[in-house]
């Protein structure tokens, strides 16, 4: 304890020099003899000086003095206040504590009450100031842990993007419509979903289950490279087989994600494999593969299949011409593309100038 310091503020030399011998065996002693060369030690040396001992009637700056010039101080929640005085008013004592001070010992007191009262503040201070360390220590850690948790998260997203993005490049190798259309959904996907963040917030879309919602987007036809070519090529109407087979896409789709555990990561998973399986299913339950009725149909796949029917609306087919924006968005919103969630068509209605602007 011998590098930590205790300083004495009374005008009264005998007093101090008491105080000294009294303490000077375990601490290091400052001393001062009123309010204002107390001050002047305390500004500079508040590091080292854990306990001050106050007398408050003093001839010139007293103790109180000390108090309204320290209390404000950053460094004074740090430095534990003893009074130890004469004056025995009710009034003083309570003005003191409101000033925070530690203990109020009266004059005259008894040696071995002084220093049993400094040694136990002083633990006090001793165990609160390493706690503090170790806060901040510990602090700084979770800070560094943190850091590298976010830094291998933006890896893992980087990669889950590129593999998306291969994935995404695989399906457009087989299916010449497929190109530009992954692209083109995940960008109306992206302001689709803002729309229902905005004015629908039942939903619960946040930003990073948005991100999830967009990037997965992309995935929504992956099943379709389990398709035949025969089937998934054909430039003609296809037979009710084969439409009941093109249907399998996203059944076979899902199952392609699922299977991808060490690829991504849980939460992802769960919605892509939803966008794969449900995204042409419709509100009134006349979609596929499960006849799925109203919010029975994840939002996440209920989005992603209104932005892939507004895509095959307004781009050529082998099987029709293109659509503009306003005709396909009045087709949608008149159900001859299936009937889609009311709030939904609320959105695309909202949002048609920015779908417009994403196709330029």
């Known amino acids: ?14 007093n101090r020099l008491m105080l000294e011998e009294m303490l000077s065996p375990q601490y290091e002693i400052e001393m001062a003899c009123n309010g204002k060369e107390a001050l002047e030690i305390l500004q500079k040396k508040h590091d080292e000086i854990y306990i001050v001992l106050l007398d408050l009637l003093m001839p010139e700056y007293d103790g109180i003095y000390l108090l309204q010039n ?39 007191y008894d040696s071995a009450l002084i220093t049993k009262r400094v040694e136990n503040i002083y633990q ?34 980087h990669s889950r993007e590129n593999v998306v993005s291969l994935l995404g490049t695989v399906v457009e190798s087989r299916d010449a419509e497929s190109g530009e259309h992954i692209s083109r959904v995940r960008e109306y996907t992206r302001i689709l979903c803002r729309y229902i963040q905005r004015f629908y917030p039942e939903y619960s879309l946040d930003d990073q289950s948005i991100e999830r919602t967009v990037v ?14 025969s089937i998934l090529l054909k430039s003609g109407k296809l037979t009710n087989a084969e439409y009941r087979l093109m249907q399998e896409h996203t059944i076979l789709g899902a199952d392609i994600i699922n299977r991808s555990k060490d690829t991504f990561d849980e939460d992802f998973r769960s919605i892509a494999a939803d966008i794969c399986m449900f ?20 939002i996440h796949a209920q989005i992603v299949g209104l932005a892939d029917v507004y895509d095959a609306l307004i781009h050529r087919r082998v099987y029709k011409q293109a659509y503009s924006s306003i005709e396909a968005i009045a ?6 593309s299936g009937v889609f969630n009311p709030k939904l068509l609320d959105c695309l209605l909202k949002s048609q100038h920015e779908l417009q602007d994403s196709t330029r």
């Open 216 to 229: 997965a987007s992309s995935l929504h036809d992956i099943g379709k490279i389990a398709i035949p070519d």
């Open 331 to 336: 087709m949608i919103c008149n159900g001859e």
């Open 70 to 108: 320290i209390h404000s101080q950053p460094w004074y929640k740090n430095t534990a206040i003893i009074i130890v005085s004469i004056e025995n008013s009710r009034a003083s004592e309570r003005m003191c504590f409101e000033y925070g001070v530690s203990d109020f010992i009266h004059k005259p």
């Open 279 to 298: 995204h042409h299913e419709r509100y009134d339950g006349k979609g596929y593969p499960l006849s799925l009725k109203g919010d029975q149909i994840p």
């Open 124 to 157: 006090l201070i001793e165990y609160q100031r390493n706690l503090k360390l170790k806060i901040e220590e510990q602090t700084k850690a979770l800070v560094d842990q943190n850091r590298q948790l976010a830094a291998y998260a933006e890896r893992l997203r």
């Open 1 to 14: 304890m011998k590098n930590h310091t205790v300083l004495i503020v009374d005008d009264v030399e005998m």
